[in-house]
């Protein structure tokens, strides 16, 4: 991909500030707001613009923005290849910082995973942080063998326990990622909830889009912000589809 990718959903754009290794987008109301802290997926080169500064990432953010929430797209390792332990330590750092932010409430933050992001929410899940209000998977990428020192999806699934997940799944995904995708299914997390997307591929959030790939798109960013505006104790309504 010579050009970088934009979201299929129409989207104003909105200036973050921009801090150390991310950006971070601010909803028009004041206050500590909850956060949805966005993980761009894998590249075997580096790309010619990074994730953090692409339309697609930046249009995601702004449209949880503008849903109440804030916002957060980082950079990580996984724009040098299969650096997976690396882009982790970093997803904890930023984690950590974000936290802190005197406009977040280091008490309700999402964490939002794209393709061959998805080995990261291991490690995240398995933790079984309280702080941890929701996580959502789109089209990811989900190891399936046990891999030495990382944690498996039973680890993951456990330290989850029922801590609303949203699943973005598409009907014609890439070979190696429905095996994956399948497994989570089967493994039945209490708080997930799925958004189907037929006829769509990997990257359909990217165009070229129908109506149906839009509506999926809203549907899922519904979700993530209802769950983490939802009054503490309450569950926002399961995404359906």
Same mark, same amino acid.
């Given at each position: ?15 973050? !500030? ?5 950006? $971070?987008?601010?909803? &028009?109301?004041?206050? #500590? ?12 080169? *580096?790309?010619?613009? !990074? *994730?953090?500064? /692409? ?6 953010? %702004? ?7 804030? %916002?957060?797209?980082?950079?990580? &390792?996984?724009?040098?290849?299969? #650096?997976?332990?690396?882009?982790? /330590? ?24 794209? !393709? ?10 398995? %933790? ?15 190891? /399936?063998?046990?891999?030495? +020192? ?7 699934? #456990? ?19 429905? &095996? +994956?995708?399948?497994?989570? $299914? ?13 006829? %769509?591929?990997?990257?359909?959030? /990217?165009?070229?889009? !129908? ?14 912000? +209802? ?15």
């Amino acid at each position: 991909m010579t050009t970088a990718p934009d979201l299929i959903v129409p989207t104003e754009p909105l200036e973050p !500030s921009p801090r150390e290794g991310y950006d $971070l987008y601010l909803p &028009e109301q004041g206050g #500590r707001r909850p956060v949805v802290v966005l993980v761009h997926g894998l590249f075997q080169e *580096p790309p010619p613009v !990074s *994730p953090r500064r /692409t339309p697609f990432f930046r249009a995601y953010a %702004a449209q949880l923005a503008r849903r109440g929430t804030a %916002a957060v797209v980082l950079d990580h &390792e996984l724009t040098g290849g299969m #650096r997976y332990p690396e882009a982790a /330590t970093t997803l904890g750092r930023v984690l950590e910082a974000v936290r802190a932010e005197d406009r977040v409430d280091p008490d309700a933050v999402a964490v939002w995973f794209f !393709s061959g992001g998805g080995p990261l929410a291991y490690p995240l899940l398995a %933790a079984g942080h309280g702080w941890l209000r929701c996580v959502a998977l789109t089209y990811p990428l989900l190891p /399936t063998d046990d891999i030495p +020192g990382w944690p498996t999806l039973a680890d993951a699934v #456990r330290g989850l326990g029922a801590t609303p997940l949203v699943l973005t799944l598409v009907e014609h995904e890439l070979p190696g990622f429905g &095996e +994956g995708q399948q497994a989570l $299914l089967d493994a039945a997390p209490p708080g997930m909830t799925t958004v189907s997307v037929p006829s %769509a591929q990997h990257g359909f959030d /990217t165009g070229p889009g !129908s109506d149906d790939h839009r509506a999926a798109v809203v549907q899922a960013l519904d979700a993530v912000a +209802g769950h983490l505006l939802a009054p503490t104790g309450a569950t926002a309504a399961p995404a359906q589809g």
